[in-house]
């Protein structure tokens, strides 16, 4: 029992390690290039609401955007 605990603490260490090892502080120069467009998660953020607006208005089924609401036949 007593080796189990050791093992999901050192586990447990090395998790917490390798979150942390990802923070970062970020240079001023450097900033710049993490502000280009192609480092967005959403690279097309209009485009992207749009489409969903017009999937969630042909499927019409509750809960396919954030907007949530019933659809566009009166389906459930």
């Known amino acids: 029992m007593k080796k189990c605990s050791s093992v999901f603490t050192s586990l447990f260490l090395l998790g917490v390690t390798t979150i ?19 480092m967005a998660l959403d690279p097309h953020p209009l485009q992207s609401g749009v489409r969903m607006h017009n999937y969630g208005s ?15 036949c009166g389906c459930y």
């Open 20 to 38: 942390l090892s990802g923070c970062s502080s970020v240079a001023p120069w450097e900033r710049g290039v993490l502000a280009k467009p192609q």
């Open 58 to 72: 042909r499927e019409g089924g509750a809960g396919t955007n954030a907007e949530g609401g019933g659809g566009g």
